[in-house]
């Protein structure tokens, strides 16, 4: 009987390790962005996108994806939403951008 117990009791700790095993890997499969933008109305703002790993491997691929995107403009009331016409850098969220206006923006940002 006592046999039975270490063997459920090594089972459940073996499931719950693969469990948060798996849970962390669904978690690292995406990864937050952000990018240094000009919107439609040229306001230059700070953008912030999660995107696959696959495109977190080719950032300059994803600056020319996004451009046309529509996002939220902050300053509206309304919550109008203003076009991307351009991309100047887009970095991983924990690093910093290589433009001091750039940074001077993610540093107003609201998170």
């Not at 849970?23 to 703002?45: G, I, M, P, Q, W």
């Not at 995107?51 to 491997?57: H, T």
């Not at 850098?89 to 750039?102: G, H, I, K």
């Amino acid at each position: 009987m006592n046999h039975y117990i270490k063997y459920i009791l090594g089972f459940y700790l073996l499931l719950n390790h693969y469990t948060v095993f798996a849970n962390d890997k669904v978690e690292n499969n995406r990864n937050a962005v952000k990018c240094h933008v000009v919107l439609a109305n040229s306001t230059e703002a700070i953008s912030l996108w999660t995107i696959p790993y696959e495109d977190f491997k080719d950032l300059k691929g994803f600056e020319n994806t996004i451009v046309g995107a529509k996002i939220y403009v902050k300053q509206s009331a309304n919550k109008d939403k203003a076009a991307i016409d351009k991309v100047y850098q887009c970095v991983p969220e924990d690093e910093q951008f290589t433009s001091p206006q750039a940074r001077q923006l993610d540093k107003n940002l609201y998170r």
